[in-house]
């Protein structure tokens, strides 16, 4: 069984410049999450999606931070404008419902921003 | 509000000898509690999961846990430990505050890292 899928693996970009992630989940997964992880630190969630809708985005920085998720299967993340403090690794999960279940991490995103 | 403390920054042991990650909670009702492996450059893999029943929970590679409710802890154990158990643990512990519609939000806590001696 394929695990959770995110690309790029690796970007690095000036301030100011947009950027966008991607997480393909585990099939048959219908919760999909997105954590952000600063170094040293645990994982902090910033979206939390049931199918296509987002019902826990209450840490996510929406200024400038958006995510989507259309058919209920992958998932886009996006910064704009990104800034210097947006250098961290962004984490992909996903899990088969919301309650009690283990979720499935992807291997990250590591965000530099310059 | 639900929290998780790993008091230890790194955990050093010799090879073969037993392990043991530290790792206490804070919640309001019930706690459900996971801990998780990261190594690097790879994801958090999940290892073992405490939701109830038998206080000892017995995870993935040899590893187990003990919930302990008066103690409000969650200890992972290892009765002998590998050089490739080396790696990043992170504790987390669910939370059902009311702005996560009661489900499945993970508090981590800052992870420990477990440093197996040849």
């Known amino acids: 069984e394929a695990g959770v899928v995110q690309s790029p693996r690796y970007k690095i970009i000036e301030k100011k410049q947009p950027v966008a992630f991607w997480c393909n989940p585990i099939s048959g997964h219908n919760t999909l999450y997105w954590y952000l992880q600063n170094l040293g630190q645990g994982p902090e969630l910033l979206i939390r999606y049931e199918n296509e809708e987002a019902v826990d985005d209450s840490q996510l920085p929406k200024d400038r931070f958006s995510a989507e998720r259309l058919k209920g299967v992958d998932s886009t993340l996006k910064i704009q404008p990104a800034e210097l403090g947006d250098s961290a690794v962004y984490l992909c999960a996903s899990s088969l419902g919301p309650d009690g279940y283990e979720q499935y991490f992807g291997p990250g995103t590591r965000l530099t921003v310059t | ?118």
């Not at chain 2, 403390?5 to 206490?24: F, H, S």
């Open chain 2, 1 to 118: 509000a639900q929290s998780v403390a790993q008091p230890e920054d790194q955990v050093n042991v010799a090879e073969g000898n037993p392990l043991t990650v530290k790792c206490t909670y804070s919640v309001s009702g019930n706690p459900y509690l996971f801990w998780y492996v990261q190594y690097p450059n790879r994801g958090l893999q999940f290892l073992l999961k405490y939701i109830t029943g038998d206080n000892l929970v017995k995870g993935s590679y040899g590893f187990e846990a003990e919930f302990n409710k008066s103690q409000t802890s969650f200890h992972l154990k290892k009765p002998s430990a590998l050089v490739s158990d080396s790696a990043l643990y992170f504790c987390a512990v669910r939370d059902i505050g009311a702005h996560s519609g009661g489900y499945n939000k993970l508090i981590f806590g800052a992870g420990t890292r477990l440093a197996v001696h040849p």
